[in-house]
């Protein structure tokens, strides 16, 4: 199998680390891995693309390079530049440091580069790592990731839903801030809401006077509705989110027919 692995935290993140380790394990001896990640750090730009400037990519060894763009930007870099000869069989995005369940997933570069594999017609996983106060020390804070990785992707590959739909399905991986030794399980489940969790800015002046604002976020730990993503991986369990990049809320489309047509 040629898997292509990407992130949004950048190259030399240690949770690409694991992710490579990752992508061995399902790859086998006779399958290849290939690296295609931001040169520096992309958490926050979601499914952005460099449409209007190029970027630039290095080879940094044998099926490894860095490109400076998003992790969609990469996913592109892999398949039209780096990877010409074959596709990849899959691409694997992530482990990302922090969680990209809830509203988070509407945010994050590492279900975009998943969505723009997907987009492009190949099955895609996007694989991050919550954190809580059982596993915030650096020295562990992917343990749970690694030991329950492997696993998790050769559930999906195996019995998994895989279609061909123009907005083929992809799949968002939250693994829960547990130690690995105290997770539960894995539940399927749907996509949650924070609702105290809203960004907003915070003004701080520079040397200078001159104003620049912070993005800040909301608290990480409070559940969303019974079932869904945040909540079970707060429980112990790793949240697997079935998705795709259809925008469109099917569910109000006959009422709105009725009333507008």
């Known amino acids: 199998m040629r898997i292509l692995i990407t992130n949004d935290d950048g190259i030399n993140a240690p949770g690409l680390k694991v992710l490579d380790a990752i992508a061995q394990d399902i790859a086998g001896p006779d399958g290849e891995v290939w690296t295609v990640a931001p040169a520096f750090e992309q958490s926050g730009v979601a499914h952005k693309i460099s449409y209007t400037h190029p970027m630039m990519i290095a080879r940094l060894g044998a099926r490894r390079y860095a490109a400076e763009g998003s992790p969609a930007d990469c996913v592109l870099a892999g398949l039209h530049d780096v990877m010409t000869d074959a ?26 580069g998943a969505m723009e594999a997907a987009l492009q017609g190949l099955p895609a996983i996007a694989l991050s790592q919550y954190l809580g106060p059982t596993n915030y020390d650096p020295d562990i804070q992917f343990e749970t990731a690694a030991a329950h990785g492997t696993q998790t992707v050769r559930a999906l590959l195996d019995r998994g839903l895989w279609d061909g739909d123009d907005y083929r399905l992809f799949y968002n991986v ?40 912070w993005i800040t976020g909301g608290p990480q730990n409070t559940p969303t509705a019974p079932g869904t993503d945040v909540a079970l991986n707060l429980d112990g369990y790793i949240a697997v989110t079935p998705m795709r990049a259809d925008l469109t809320a099917h569910d109000t489309l006959a009422e709105l027919k009725e009333s507008l047509e």
């Open 87 to 112: 596709k990849p069989d899959l691409v694997l995005s992530g482990v990302n440091r922090g969680n990209n369940a809830g509203e988070n997933a509407l945010y994050s570069g590492t279900l975009g």
């Open 174 to 213: 939250n693994f829960p801030p547990v130690r690995a030794a105290d997770v539960k399980g894995l539940k399927v489940c749907a996509q949650g809401y924070r609702r105290d969790a809203f960004f907003g800015v915070q003004p701080h002046k520079s040397p200078g006077g001159k104003k620049f604002l």
